[in-house]
């Protein structure tokens, strides 16, 4: 803990006091009670948060985990102390595979993360239990429903308080605005939520009938929602990895260009960041960026890498490639939402680019941070033709062309990232 910056000790610690705290202030003794009738439902219930945690799916900024029905159930049906006993426990066991090789788990986790993660689950079960109790939420299991939306809101405040302790981590790791990461996490969590509060409540009302087997016979179906997922997942990473093999392929036959497509798609991710776009439009940025430039496998390779300065007949033929990418991705199910950025990437806010010569108030301004993004990088890298720009140089270049060739909400939007990473 020693190496961490200043301001996450003291987040750390706040949180690790807000917790103790919490715990102090808010128990409610009527439903605090554990007896050793209660051990092997703790284990069992345990067990289960270790497994749906050990098996829970990533993509990029999103993850999808049944590990909140298991706990919802564990509340509603043994009330929060071994609710929180279990959670504690299951997350103690977890295995999580970490890329290809790697997995985490509580003996390669630093204490400090451990305990942090402790908290963020302990807390909003705390206040969730309060206000649960102050609105008349009772813990009947012949009649569940009664309590449905005391239930609700229960899910709601855990899960917007998880959702909040951890997104002002992020803030603090990652020097973004914490109110973004929150809301683009909302965005992304609340299907996850949606799903797994009735299945909480299907698990309840099954222990409560069939006990343990219940709970088993209603896993199935959960664990398949988590495995058709995880298909979505293997299928998105490989469309992603195929496109991306694709465009190596088209960049390897210029070595002036090769890694274009993949550092626009970082420089567009910057501005798309800045200007406060969610995680699914970045994420059709990025497609977008690394697809951008496809039309140039259509351009023969004397022009592509020709030394010296085109002739006009030449560069006519090379101002051919947006279109050409167009009509390669038109009919490619799943890229309708990028093509028209392929198509439009060098046109100009004053509608002098090509090949439609659109203008600002024809063109989303999504076409706009991709041209940038694009500009950019090839001012900065070397080409045939000259030699890489200095940074002083492309700074003057974008003020110069704001407004013109460049759409000035995103060069704006540029500065300022810039500002901040070199900040």
């Known amino acids: 803990m020693r190496k961490l910056p200043r301001n996450m000790k003291i987040y750390l610690a706040v949180v690790y006091v807000l917790t103790l705290g919490t715990f102090l202030l808010l128990r409610n003794y009527e439903y605090m009670t554990f007896n050793k009738a209660s051990l092997i439902n703790l284990a069992f219930f345990s067990l289960l ?73 302990i807390q909003p079960i705390m206040v969730a239990n309060y206000i649960y109790v102050k609105m008349g939420g009772r813990f009947v299991l012949d009649n569940i429903l009664v309590n449905f939306f005391q239930v609700m809101v229960f899910s709601l405040i855990c899960f917007f308080i998880n959702l909040l302790l951890i997104s002002i981590l992020m803030s603090i790791t990652t020097k973004k605005n914490v109110i973004f990461l929150f809301i683009s996490n909302v965005k992304l969590g609340l299907l996850n939520f949606i799903i797994m509060v009735p299945f909480g409540i299907g698990l309840t009302y099954m222990y409560y009938q069939l006990s343990y087997f219940g709970v088993l016979l209603l896993l199935f179906p959960v664990m398949l929602v988590r495995f058709t997922f995880s298909l979505y997942v293997d299928a998105k990473t490989q469309y992603v990895q195929t496109v991306d093999a694709l465009m190596r392929a088209v960049e390897a036959r210029d070595k002036y260009t090769e890694g274009h497509s993949q550092r626009v798609g970082k420089i567009v991710e910057m501005i798309a960041r800045e200007m406060k776009m969610n995680e699914f439009k970045i994420e059709m940025l990025n497609m977008a960026s690394m697809m951008h430039d496809v039309g140039k496998i259509g351009i023969d390779d004397n022009i592509l890498n020709k030394p010296g300065k085109l002739t006009d007949e030449e560069f006519n033929t090379i101002k051919m490639h947006p279109e050409i990418g167009y009509n390669i991705l038109k009919d490619v199910k799943n890229l309708e939402s990028i093509i028209d950025l392929v198509r439009h990437h060098h046109e100009r806010y004053d509608g002098r680019g090509y090949p439609d010569g659109k203008g600002k108030d024809e063109l989303s301004i999504d076409v706009f941070v991709i041209q940038l993004a694009d500009a950019i990088d090839a001012m900065t890298t070397d080409r045939p033709y000259r030699k890489a720009l200095s940074n002083e140089e492309v700074m003057f270049e974008i003020h110069k062309y704001s407004g013109t060739q460049f759409h000035p909400a995103v060069v704006e939007a540029y500065m300022s990232a810039l500002k901040k990473r070199e900040a």
């Open 49 to 121: 948060i270790a497994l749906t945690e050990s098996f829970t799916v990533s993509f990029k900024s999103m993850s999808f985990s049944t590990t909140f029905a298991i706990e919802l159930a564990c509340y509603l049906l043994f009330g929060p102390v071994v609710a929180i006993i279990a959670v504690i426990f299951g997350f103690s066991m977890r295995v999580l595979k970490i890329g290809e090789q790697r997995y985490q788990h509580l003996f390669n986790t630093p204490i400090y993360g451990t305990v942090f993660n402790f908290c963020v689950l």
